[in-house]
Nanobody
């Protein structure tokens, strides 16, 4: 089992930045690919970004490219999502997830472990 806990959410104005953290415990964190997803009220869970176990490979949803950066520090058992140039439409609960996969995955159904989520609210 892998336990994931997100933090770093909050209320920011449009154009601002937030850095989300995903602290992992339990199984070996470095063997898992990490994904970030978000879910707004009334909407399906949406892929944000993913990073491989090595940190060398990343993938982003088109709307996040150039604004969000995914990273990880395996020595600290922590993943990160740096969010810049935030827009009101970025408002959602953000979740980190983990899966033992050699490939980057964007389907939330492929992920085995999930954090509790952290709220991000962007005001206009």
């Amino acid at each position: 089992q892998v336990q994931l806990v997100e933090s770093g959410g909050g209320l920011v104005q449009a154009g601002g930045s937030l850095r989300l953290s995903c602290a992992a415990s339990g199984r070996t964190f470095s063997s898992y690919a990490i994904g970030w997803f978000r879910q707004a009220p009334g909407k399906e869970r949406e892929f944000v970004a993913a990073i491989s176990w090595s940190g060398r490979n990343t993938d982003y949803a088109d709307s996040m490219k150039g604004r969000f950066t995914i990273s990880r520090d395996n020595a600290k058992n922590t993943g990160y999502l740096q969010m810049n140039s935030l827009k009101p439409e970025d408002t959602a609960v953000y979740y980190c997830a983990a899966v033992a996969s050699l490939r980057l995955l964007s389907d939330p159904g492929k992920y085995d472990y999930w954090g509790q989520g952290t709220q991000v609210t962007v005001s206009s």
